[in-house]
C-alpha cells in the first residue's frame, strides 16, 4: 500500500512549539486518560500482551500435540475454541500464535518506523540533493522484485526470525519515509522552525524537538495501519519458506489456513480472524486516541 | 438530516452506475455446463497454463491433455485395459525377438489440411524430437529406438543409423536396442506425435523452439480436434476436427481447457456449474464430497508414488537402521485416512502394486515396536543425541499436512525432533538436486505401465536418485540383466529382486499410492478410469437432458 | 514546476538502471534456474537450452546485451513461454489489471468516500463510529479473505454473480473489483474523513453557511472541493500498488492479468520476465510517485513558493 496519509498531514498546519520535549508526552498522557475508547484500547493490547507471555504456563494443551482420531470438532467444554484437523486445541494455537503475531507486529513496525521516521526527516529536512538521492533510493527498492529478494535473504542466510523482521521492515519502512518527509518538507518554512533555526538551535535538536514531534499525527494513524498488514505479511513470507515453521502457529497462518476450510470448519477462520480484528481495532482506538491527544492543537477543543 | 438523504441518493445512484458499467453486455446467466451441454462444448479444468503446444517441446501432464485433442500417434490406448488399440497406424507386427516393430499406416488418415499422414511424417517428426538444439526434455522416450540416443547427445551425426526405416509411404520400420515390451505404450506419449513438416517449415527452422507454428489459425495436426483460440492464463478452445479418420465417432463439437492452478478456484467453479471435469480437488474438501456428493467425486489409483527420500551421504542418516526406523514408525494407514482422505493405498513397496501384473514384495510395515529397537541399535535409545535433521517439501498445502502427521508420528514413537523446511519450488528442486537437505518429500509417476520407469532412477548417480545411494548388484540387475530378458515373468522376478534390495535398505521412504481425485459433472458421459488417468477424448459425450442436476 | 519535472523524468533514469542491474544479478543469484523440473533434465538439452537463451555467454555480456535490447524496446523472449516474447506478454496482461485497477479504485472510492464524508459530518455520533469500523473491516479482510468469502455469499450460495473470469459472463467482474478495492475503501476512509473535518472548521465554510445556501450545496460544493485534495494526492500511488499488487485477485478469481505474470514468472524463474516486468512497474511506481508529489506541491502553496525559488 501507498501513502495514505502523506497529505492528511500536508494540510495540517502546526503551531509553534514553546514546551519543552518532555511535558509534550506528560501532557499527551493527561490527555489520553480522558480517552474511554483509547484506554479501551491500550487495555486490550495489554491484556493479549500479558497473555501472549503467559502462554507456555497458562495454555491448555502443547501446541502441537496431535490426535488424528480426534480430527477438527467445533467447540466444545474440552476445546473451548475447537480443533483443527489434526485434532491441535485450537485456543492453544491461537495463544501461542499471538506470540508469533504480536512481536513480529510490534518489532517489525517498531523497526520500519525507526527507519522511516529518520529517513524521511532527514531526507525533508536536507531538502536538495540529499533528499533527491534519499527518496530516489526509497523509489529503487519499492520496485525491486520482493519475492526475489526474500529467497536470496533465505538462501544467503538461512532461515532465522531475525531475518522476517529485516524482510518486512525493508518493505514496510519505505512508505513511512515518504509520509515523514512529505510532512517535514511543508513544516521547514514554517514560522517557528525558521524561529528556531535563528536562536540557534542545531540542526539536530530542531530535527528531534520539532519536527519528529509535528510529524507523530499521521505516522501514529499509519503504523496502526500498517500492525495487522505486518502480521499478514509474515503469513505470506512463511509461505515462501522464511519464517516459522510447522508446528508453530501465527494468527496470519491460522488465518490463511481457515480460509481454506472455510466452508467446512468455520471456527478455524473465525476465532484468529478475530483475534486480529480485536487487535487491529483496540489499535486504531489507541492510535485515533494518541494523535489527538499529541497533537499540538489539541488543547484548542 | 437532508444532507443524510442527498449522500444516500448519490451513493446510490452512483453505486447502480456503476454495477451497470460492470455487468457489460447483460445478457441471461447461463453457466457453462447448460451451454456446453447444449452446444457439445466440453469444459475441462486443466491445472497449470500450458507453456507450448509443441509436442517436442513441452513437458507437463495439462499440455498432455490438450495435444491428444490435437495430435494422434501411431497407437493409442484403450482407455478401460490400456492395451494398445489402432490410432494411425491400423495393424503392426513385431519380430519374434522383440527387437522390430513394423507399422501399417492407414490410408484415410490426414493432417486438418488435407495432406495424408504418411510414414515420412513420423520419421521426420521423431528425427525433429531428437534434435539436441531443439531442447526436448522427454527426448528419452524415444532412447528403445536403436541409435537414438547417441544421435540425441550427438554422438553420431547420421540419422540413416538409427533405427527408424520408412519402407513405403504407408509402411514405418522400428527397429529397437533390446526387446522393450512397453515401447507400444510409448507411442501415445507426446514425444512421439507426428507433426507437420510443410506448416513448421514455414513457419522457422524445424530445430526452433517457440516458432509460430503451434499458433490457432497455423496449427496443422492429425487428432479428433483443431486448435481454435489459445488465450495465455484463460483458455485453449479446440474444435471438432471434421478431417479427422475417425470424425464419425466423436461425439463432442469442442473443448473449453481452462487452465486453474488453484484448486480451490477450480472446485468452485466446478460448483458454480462453470466446468464439466476438474483436474484435481482440494484436499479438505474429499470428505465433504465422499459424504454428501459421492456421485460427483471420481477417485482412482494413479501410477505414481508419494515418498520421502533419505540423504544416505549425512552420517547418521547413512546407517541403514536409522532410515529402516524412520520408515517403520510412520502409520501410512492413519496417514491415508484422516488426513490425505482421498482413498489414496498406503505403500509398502516403491512400484504401485499390480503394475501390468508385477508386484513387488512388501519388505516394510508399520511397526513402531521394531523401530524403536532399530534406531536404539543404531545408537540413538529413545531419539537421544538424535543430530538436528531437518524434512524438506515444497510448499504447498497437503505436502505441509503430511510432513505436520509425520514429524509428530517420529515424535511421538522414536523421540526424534525433525524439523521442517518448506521452499518454493524452484529453490526445493534445487536442493533436492544438489543433495543439500537430509530427508526431502518426492513423487514419482510412471511415465509408461511397466516396474522399469520406477526402478531404473535408483540406479548409482542416476539422473533421478538424488539420495547418493548406490547398490551394485541392484545396478547389476537394472541395467545389465533385466532388459536383454524377453519374457515377462523371467523379467519381473529380477525386476522384484532389484526392488528389495531397494526396500531393505531404504533409501526411501514409500508413504502412498497416488489417487487421481477428479470432480466430474453428470451429464459427462464416457470417462474411464484407468491408473494413468489417460482420456480419449473422443469417447466422451454429453448428455444436454442431465444439465440441470443439482450439484450443490 | 516545468523544471521539477524534468529534473525527476532525469532522475529516473538512473533510478531504473540500478534497478534493471540489481533486479539482473539477483534473480541470476537466486537458486534454481529456469529450466530446472522435478525429472532430471538431461545435461546436453540444459546446454541446448542454455544456448538458445544465450545463457551460456559470461554474465556481463548477457547484461550489456539486455541492456542494448531494451534500449530498443525489446524485453526479450519469456523463457517459460517459448515463442511468446515478454513485450507480447505484458501487452496482453496490461489492459486486463489496468481495467480491474480502475475498477477497483472507483470502488474504493465511492464506498471509502462515502464513508469518510459520513462519519466527518457528525464526527463521535454513531454515525461516524459505524462507517468507519465498516471500513476497518476491510484492512482486517485480506484480499485472499475477502475473495473467497465474496464468492461463497455471492456466487455460490445466493447464485448472484460468476465466481471467475473476466469478461466472460455478465457481472463477472464486479467481485474482483470489490474484493481489490475494499483494502483501499479503508484507507480512503480515513483519509476523507480528516480532511473533510478540517475543511469544514474553516472560514469559508462557515461564510457559505452563513450565506443561505443549502447545506448540501455546502458540502458538495465547497466542503468536498478541499476536502478531497489529500484523498487526490494518496490516488496517485494507489494506482501503481493496485497494478503490482493484483495477484492475489487475479489468482482467486482466474483473471489473465500481469499481477499474475508478475508473481508466476518469480516461481519459474523466468528471468527475462521477472525483468520485463519489474522495469515496468518500476517505471509506473516512479511515474506515480512523481504525480503524486507534483500535486503535493500543487496543492501547498508554500511549497511550491520553495520551489519557485530554486530552492
Request: neutral net charge; proline residues 6%.
Amino acid at each position: 500500500m501507498s501513502d495514505p496519509v502523506l497529505a492528511e498531514g500536508a494540510i495540517k498546519k502546526s503551531v509553534p512549539q514553546t514546551e519543552k520535549g518532555t511535558s509534550l508526552w506528560q501532557d499527551a498522557w493527561l490527555r489520553l486518560r480522558k480517552n474511554t475508547f483509547a484506554l479501551l484500547g491500550l487495555g486490550v493490547i495489554v491484556f493479549f500482551c500479558i497473555i501472549a507471555l503467559l502462554t507456555p504456563y497458562i495454555a491448555p494443551y502443547g501446541y502441537e500435540q496431535q490426535n488424528l482420531m480426534l480430527g477438527a470438532v467445533p467447540p466444545s467444554a474440552e476445546h473451548w475454541l475447537g480443533t483443527d484437523i489434526f485434532g491441535r486445541d485450537m485456543l492453544t494455537r491461537i495463544m501461542y500464535g499471538s506470540r508469533v503475531s504480536l512481536m513480529v507486529g510490534f518489532i517489525a513496525t517498531g523497526v520500519a518506523l525507526i527507519i522511516g521516521v529518520l529517513w524521511g526527516t532527514i531526507a525533508g529536512y536536507a531538502g536538495g540533493r540529499v533528499d533527491a538521492v534519499m527518496m530516489r533510493l526509497v523509489d529503487i527498492l519499492y520496485a525491486l522484485p520482493f519475492m526475489i529478494f526474500i529467497v536470496l535473504l533465505m538462501v544467503v542466510f538461512g532461515r532465522n526470525i531475525l531475518l522476517l523482521f529485516l524482510a518486512i521492515g525493508a518493505v514496510e519502512w519505505l512508505t513511512m519515509a515518504r509520509i515523514v518527509r512529505g510532512q517535514v518538507l511543508s513544516l521547514r518554512r514554517q514560522e517557528f522552525i525558521e524561529a528556531a533555526v535563528s536562536l540557534g538551535l542545531s540542526r539536530w535538536t530542531i530535527i528531534r524537538r520539532h519536527l519528529i514531534p509535528n510529524t507523530l499525527g499521521p505516522v501514529i494513524v499509519y503504523t496502526t495501519l500498517t500492525i495487522p498488514s505486518v502480521m499478514l505479511l509474515e503469513a505470506f513470507l512463511s509461505f515462501l519458506g522464511l519464517g516459522i515453521q510447522p508446528p508453530q502457529s501465527s494468527w496470519g497462518l491460522l488465518i490463511s489456513y481457515g480460509v481454506e476450510t472455510m466452508e467446512e470448519y468455520p471456527w478455524l477462520l473465525l476465532f484468529p480472524g478475530l483475534a486480529l480484528s480485536i487487535t487491529l481495532f483496540a489499535l486504531n482506538f489507541l492510535g485515533d486516541g494518541l494523535r489527538d491527544a499529541l497533537d499540538p492543537r489539541a488543547s484548542r477543543n | 438530516m437532508m444532507r443524510n438523504k442527498i449522500f444516500g441518493l448519490t451513493v446510490l445512484t452512483t453505486t447502480l452506475l456503476i454495477t451497470t458499467l460492470l455487468m457489460g453486455g447483460c445478457s441471461g446467466g447461463e453457466n457453462n455446463v447448460t451451454t456446453g451441454n447444449r452446444d457439445g462444448i466440453l469444459h475441462w479444468g486443466n491445472g497449470t497454463d500450458p507453456q507450448e503446444l509443441d509436442p517436442h517441446i513441452v513437458t507437463g501432464i495439462p499440455e498432455h491433455h490438450i495435444l491428444t485433442a490435437l495430435l494422434e500417434g501411431l497407437v493409442a490406448k484403450d482407455p478401460a485395459t490400456l492395451e494398445p488399440v489402432a490410432a494411425v497406424a491400423k495393424e503392426w507386427s513385431i519380430s519374434e525377438d522383440g527387437k522390430t516393430y513394423t507399422f501399417k499406416l492407414r490410408h484415410n488418415a490426414v493432417w486438418s489440411n488435407g495432406d495424408p499422414v504418411t510414414a515420412h511424417d513420423f520419421a521426420w517428426s521423431w528425427w525433429r524430437a531428437l534434435q539436441p538444439a531443439l531442447g526436448n526434455q522427454y527426448a528419452y522416450m524415444l532412447f528403445p529406438i536403436k541409435n537414438s540416443e547417441a544421435y540425441a547427445k550427438g554422438e553420431i551425426d547420421d540419422f540413416s543409423q538409427v533405427g527408424v526405416k520408412v519402407l513405403d509411404d504407408y509402411t514405418l520400420e522400428v527397429e529397437l536396442n533390446n526387446a522393450t515390451p512397453y515401447f507400444l505404450q510409448l507411442l501415445d506419449h507426446y514425444s512421439m506425435f507426428p507433426v507437420h513438416r510443410p506448416t513448421i517449415e514455414k513457419f522457422g527452422k524445424p530445430d526452433e523452439r517457440g516458432s509460430l507454428w503451434t499458433r490457432p489459425g497455423n496449427f496443422v495436426g492429425n487428432g479428433p480436434f483443431t486448435l481454435k483460440e489459445w488465450k495465455l492464463f484463460k483458455r485453449v478452445e479446440v474444435v471438432k476436427n471434421p478431417q479427422y479418420w475417425d470424425a464419425g465417432k466423436v461425439k463432442l463439437n469442442g473443448i473449453h481447457f481452462h487452465p486453474i492452478e488453484n484448486v480451490t478456484t477450480e472446485e468452485r467453479m466446478f460448483r458454480s456449474g462453470q466446468l464439466h471435469h476438474t483436474g484435481s480437488i482440494p484436499i479438505d474438501k474429499v470428505a465433504t464430497y465422499k459424504k454428501d456428493k459421492p456421485h460427483l467425486l471420481h477417485t482412482y489409483p494413479y501410477l505414481g508414488n508419494y515418498f520421502y527420500r533419505i540423504n544416505t551421504k549425512l552420517p547418521h542418516l547413512s546407517d541403514q537402521r536409522v532410515r529402516q526406523a524412520l520408515a517403520m514408525s510412520i502409520d501410512s494407514k492413519q496417514l491415508t485416512e484422516q488426513v490425505t482422505k482421498g482413498g489414496e493405498v498406503p505403500a509398502y513397496t516403491f512400484t504401485p502394486p499390480n503394475t501390468l501384473g508385477y508386484t513387488a514384495k512388501s519388505a516394510f510395515e508399520f511397526n513402531p515396536e521394531k523401530a524403536r529397537k532399530l534406531l536404539a541399535e543404531a545408537g540413538y535409545p529413545d531419539g537421544k543425541d538424535f543430530p538436528v535433521t531437518e524434512l524438506l517439501y515444497n510448499t504447498s498445502e497437503s505436502h505441509r499436512k503430511i510432513a505436520v502427521a509425520i514429524q509428530q508420528m517420529w515424535n511421538q514413537y522414536l523421540g526424534v525432533n525433525i524439523i521442517l523446511n518448506n521452499q518454493d519450488w524452484k529453490v526445493y528442486l534445487d536442493s533436492v538436486g544438489n543433495g543439500d537437505y537430509s530427508i526431502a518429500r518426492a513423487g514419482w509417476i510412471g511415465d509408461y505401465v511397466d516396474p522399469n520407469t520406477f526402478l531404473d532412477m535408483w540406479v548409482t548417480e542416476g539422473g533421478n536418485n538424488h539420495t547418493g545411494w548406490s547398490n551394485p548388484r541392484y545396478d547389476e540387475l537394472i541395467l545389465k540383466l533385466a532388459p536383454t530378458i524377453p519374457d515377462r515373468a523371467m523379467r519381473y522376478k529380477l525386476m522384484a529382486e532389484a526392488e528389495a534390495i531397494l526396500l531393505e535398505d531404504m533409501p526411501i521412504i514409500p508413504i502412498y499410492i497416488y489417487n487421481s481425485k477428479s470432480l466430474v459433472h453428470p451429464s459427462l458421459k464416457g470417462l474411464q478410469p484407468n491408473i494413468l488417468d489417460y482420456v480419449l477424448y473422443k469417447n466422451l459425450s454429453l448428455d444436454p437432458s442431465l444439465s440441470g442436476v443439482n450439484i450443490h | 514546476m516545468f523544471r521539477f519535472i524534468v529534473s525527476r523524468l532525469l532522475q529516473a533514469i538512473p533510478v531504473l538502471l540500478v534497478v534493471i542491474t540489481a533486479t539482473f544479478f539477483l534473480v541470476r543469484a537466486a537458486p534454481g534456474g529456469p529450466f530446472s523440473a522435478e525429472k532430471t533434465v538431461a545435461p546436453e538439452v540444459i546446454k541446448a537450452l542454455e544456448a538458445q537463451y544465450k545463457l551460456d555467454q559470461p554474465v556481463w555480456q548477457q547484461y550489456l546485451s539486455y541492456l542494448n535490447d531494451l534500449a530498443h524496446g525489446d524485453f526479450g523472449p519469456s523463457f517459460r513461454y517459448p515463442g511468446r516474447s515478454v513485450d507480447e506478454l505484458i501487452a496482453g496482461g496490461l489492459p486486463i489489471t489496468a481495467e480491474l485497477a480502475f475498477y477497483a479504485m472507483l470502488v474504493a472510492i465511492i464506498i471509502g468516500v462515502s464513508a469518510g464524508v459520513l462519519a466527518a459530518l457528525k464526527p463521535n455520533t454513531p454515525q461516524d463510529y459505524v462507517p468507519m469500523s465498516a471500513a476497518m473491516i476491510g484492512i482486517c479482510m485480506p484480499s485472499f479473505l475477502m475473495g473467497p468469502l465474496l464468492v461463497l455469499i455471492f456466487g455460490i450460495w445466493l447464485e448472484w454473480l460468476p465466481v471467475s473470469g473476466w469478461g466472460d459472463l455478465p457481472g463477472d467482474k464486479i467481485l474482483p473489483a470489490i474484493t481489490l478495492g475494499s483494502g483501499y475503501a479503508a484507507f480512503l476512509a480515513r483519509l476523507s474523513r480528516g480532511g473533510m473535518l478540517e475543511v469544514m472548521s474553516q472560514d469559508y465554510i462557515r461564510t457559505a453557511r452563513a450565506k443561505g445556501l443549502p447545506e448540501w450545496v455546502v458540502v458538495l460544493k465547497h466542503g468536498l472541493r478541499g476536502g478531497l485534495i489529500p484523498v487526490i494526492a494518496f490516488l496517485g500511488p494507489a494506482f501503481a500498488g493496485l497494478l503490482s499488487g493484483s495477484f492475489v485477485v487475479e489468482t482467486i478469481f482466474q483473471i489473465p492479468g500481469l499481477g499474475r505474470f508478475y508473481v508466476q514468472a518469480a516461481f519459474n524463474r523466468d528471468y527475462t520476465m521477472i525483468l520485463g516486468t519489474t522495469v515496468f512497474f518500476a517505471t509506473l511506481i516512479v511515474l506515480f510517485n512523481l504525480l503524486s508529489d507534483i500535486i503535493a506541491v500543487w496543492i501547498n502553496p508554500k511549497l511550491r513558493h520553495q520551489l519557485r525559488e530554486g530552492k
